[in-house]
């Protein structure tokens, strides 16, 4: 049996390799209108000027959390349970915030580096 929306951001981080995609697909398929949103996906889509997220002084981080958001934002209003698979730190947390309070919704964060 599949699961109605329960209006949540749910946030699968940790190391690579771990299993982050693979867990992030077997939720998304509990839920009968979810999205799997890959975010290194998002941020191989840039190619010109492309630098490695270490390397990052903030910029394409940023832009990857816009993306993050308006995709969010964009599966919610249709009533789809949004999932995210990325290498994401407690701190980068405070960039789902907005569409978390416009939405009131919950997130939940499950990572690998902090079991």
Not at 66 to 83: A, C, L, R, T, W
Not at 91 to 111: A, C, G, N, P, Q
Request: hydrophobic share 40%; glycine share 6%.
């Amino acid at each position: 049996m599949q699961l109605k929306y329960d209006e949540t951001i749910y946030i699968i981080s940790g190391t690579c390799g771990v299993g982050k995609s693979s867990v992030a697909h077997k939720l998304a398929q509990q839920y009968v209108l979810s999205a799997h949103i890959n975010a290194d996906k998002l941020y191989h889509m840039v190619v010109g000027g492309q630098v490695e997220p270490w390397k990052d002084d903030g910029t394409y981080i940023k832009l990857l959390w816009d993306n993050i958001n308006s995709i969010v934002e964009n599966f919610i209003i249709n009533g789809f349970v949004p999932i995210i698979d990325y290498v994401i730190f407690p701190e980068e947390l405070s960039f789902i915030k907005k569409v978390k309070d416009k939405y009131r919704l919950k997130v939940s964060f499950s990572s690998s580096f902090f079991s």
